[in-house]
């Protein structure tokens, strides 16, 4: 992958965002920030999940009052989510929040603008400005938008790309103006490859760090797809600071969504096992689905290492399918094989697969933890059989015995 793109810093409560600091991966309450301990809940179950930085909405006062609160009981700092009200952001600074998510397009007057930028200055806290597609096609930009759509049809995209792009920097003037430079851009659409455009074209044109998301990508089912696309493709090209995955559904799988993301780009190291798994083919001779699915949460419970662990339908393509992994299963004939860092340990019939497998992942995981085995310290390394089909069409699995 391409380096990481060189930014600014800033720092959100001891967490740095940009420079070379690994990419931060936050998300949003969904419940009512006045309702304190359901959001203190909220915010701990969020950070318990692995989310770096959490925001809260502050619409009313209420929200606000709430604040010194939930800063206090929280692990990880808390962000203010601001839209129209400029007090609403001076009692967020005031109450200690670490970062505003403020829009200066939908506070009229500049000098309110100018007093919450002067307030962030005297506490140091960074504020993080964005655009949204849709806020720029429902507010003022709309007719130009429209104007543009009709008579340029063919650059429509660019049209839009640059009216982003336009109202960042008219943003980003009064942050100048103001002296003011702890800041972080976003720029979401529902759209994943506009995003990867107008993002693309941000990290051209300035240095501050990128907030990147996907906005009203929809439940994980349908939006899962749009934003791992968008942030994925940007991570990989080396852009982006911190991400926030936007689901309708309970925010906790915005960060599981969002860690596994930053975990296969490289960009966090594990800290739970990795399950691979074979999709399952014709081949197949066992309930791997269930076994799947069965192993997948008994080690989310039972092992708190990155033990990664293979579940392979068959040892035709299987060694191959699963290389690195410390613990694997080979299945067939209602059998399996067991291998721990390449060494074979036991055959155990389909009945005991599940428990014996969990067994070595137990047994090993307490290894590494003495100190007496590493952690893909060794290849996996089968010899795999013949895997051509025998006269009468079946397949050799003989092996498995
Ligand atoms: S591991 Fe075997 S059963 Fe699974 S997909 Fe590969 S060939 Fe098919």
Redesign the pocket.
Do not use: A, H
């Given at each position: 992958m391409p380096p990481r793109r060189k930014t600014r810093q800033v720092d959100v409560g001891g967490v740095k965002i940009g420079g070379n600091a690994p990419v931060a991966l936050q998300t949003m309450t969904a419940g009512y920030t006045y309702e304190v301990d359901k959001c203190i809940a909220e915010v701990q179950k969020l950070a318990q999940a692995g989310a770096d930085l959490v925001r809260v909405a502050v619409p009313k006062k209420e929200d606000t009052e709430a604040l010194p609160h939930i800063i206090a009981a929280s692990p990880v700092p808390i962000v203010a989510d601001v839209h129209f009200h400029y007090q609403r952001a001076l009692e967020a600074v005031e109450a200690g929040v670490h970062k505003i998510r403020l829009n200066p397009g939908n506070i009229q007057d500049r000098k309110q603008v100018d007093r919450v930028v002067a307030a962030c200055r005297e506490r140091g806290v960074p504020i993080r400005v964005g655009v949204n597609e849709g806020g720029i096609v429902e507010r003022r930009d709309k007719d130009v938008r429209a104007a543009e759509k009709a008579t340029l049809a063919t650059s429509y995209r660019e049209n839009l790309i640059r009216i982003m792009l336009d109202k960042i920097a008219e943003y980003l003037r009064i942050f100048d103006e103001n002296d003011f430079h702890d800041v972080v851009i976003s720029a979401k659409s529902i759209d994943p490859t506009l995003v990867i455009d107008v993002y693309t074209a941000i990290s051209q044109r300035w240095d501050y760090p990128l907030h990147l998301g996907v906005t009203h990508a929809g439940p994980p089912d349908t939006g899962r797809i749009r934003s791992i696309t968008a942030l994925g493709t940007l991570l990989a090209n080396g852009v982006g600071d911190t991400i926030r995955i936007s689901y309708a559904a309970d925010p906790v799988h915005e960060v599981e969504d969002g860690k596994e993301l930053l975990c296969c780009l490289g960009l966090r190291s594990r800290t739970e096992p990795e399950l691979i798994a074979?999709?399952?083919?014709?081949?197949?001779e066992v309930d791997?689905f269930k076994l799947v699915t069965d192993v997948r949460s008994k080690l989310a419970h039972e092992i708190d290492i990155p033990v990664k662990v293979a579940v392979?339908?068959?040892?035709?393509?299987?060694p191959g399918?699963c290389e690195g992994a410390d613990v694997a299963i080979?299945a067939g004939r209602g059998k399996g094989i067991i291998y721990v860092q390449g060494e074979q340990k036991a055959t155990v019939p389909e009945s005991e697969m599940l428990e014996a497998l969990l067994r070595e992942c137990r047994v090993f995981a307490d290894r590494v933890r003495r100190g007496e085995a590493e952690l893909k310290g060794t290849q996996l390394h089968i010899q795999p059989p013949d895997p051509l089909p025998r006269k009468d069409g079946s397949l050799p699995l003989s092996v498995v015995k």
């Open positions: 074979c999709p399952t083919c014709g081949r197949i791997l392979m339908g068959c040892v035709v393509n299987g399918e080979f």
